[in-house]
């Protein structure tokens, strides 16, 4: 009788935990472009302008919605987090607002599974997480929000 793996039905595209990548590719290096570990690539969180820089591992075939909730998930426990009222945050990759394009391709019509995050990153790239007060001004976290000088 052949062994029990043989019989598995695979997914090829889709959302959900039964479509993670298990690649490994070693691409140009650790947390570098190209380098897979078990299908999770490694992206760059940069804090506003001029923050530090930490970093993730997101499986190449999660959608950019479920990318994009993730950090915002995980910079809520960070003390960069807009936590007054009226504040607001932003994510750019490429100077491009990655809430706008999610909000355009929402009006598009097109499904959130469209979108994967293998289609925008590579490994080895980075985010800038920005916090923008009620006036619609740049912030950065010293130990104490500040503006951002210009």
């Given at each position: 009788?052949?062994?029990?793996?043989?019989?598995?039905?695979?997914?090829?595209r889709?959302?959900?935990?039964?479509?993670?990548?298990?690649?490994?590719v070693?691409?140009?290096?650790?947390?570098?472009?190209?380098?897979?570990?078990?299908?999770?690539?490694?992206?760059?969180?940069k804090e506003?302008?001029?923050g530090?820089?930490?970093g993730?591992?997101?499986?190449?075939?999660?959608?950019?919605a479920?990318?994009?909730?993730?950090?915002?998930?995980c910079?809520?426990t960070?003390?960069?987090?807009?936590?007054?009222e009226?504040w607001?945050y932003?994510?750019?990759?490429?100077r491009?607002?990655?809430l706008?394009?999610?909000?355009e391709?929402?009006?598009?019509?097109?499904?959130?599974?469209?979108?994967?995050?293998?289609?925008?990153f590579d490994g080895?790239?980075?985010v800038?997480?920005?916090?923008?007060?009620d006036?619609?001004?740049?912030?950065?976290?010293?130990?104490?929000w500040d503006y951002?000088?210009?």
């Amino acid at each position: 009788m052949p062994p029990e793996r043989i019989h598995r039905a695979y997914r090829v595209r889709g959302v959900g935990p039964l479509n993670r990548s298990q690649r490994n590719v070693r691409g140009a290096g650790w947390h570098r472009r190209g380098y897979r570990d078990r299908g999770n690539m490694w992206i760059n969180v940069k804090e506003g302008s001029y923050g530090a820089v930490h970093g993730m591992d997101v499986n190449e075939n999660a959608t950019l919605a479920s990318f994009v909730r993730l950090l915002a998930g995980c910079q809520q426990t960070s003390a960069y987090y807009p936590d007054h009222e009226g504040w607001t945050y932003d994510i750019f990759f490429r100077r491009k607002s990655l809430l706008t394009m999610l909000a355009e391709f929402e009006q598009q019509g097109r499904a959130e599974e469209e979108d994967l995050v293998c289609d925008y990153f590579d490994g080895g790239e980075t985010v800038i997480w920005k916090v923008y007060d009620d006036e619609g001004l740049e912030r950065v976290w010293n130990d104490d929000w500040d503006y951002h000088g210009r």
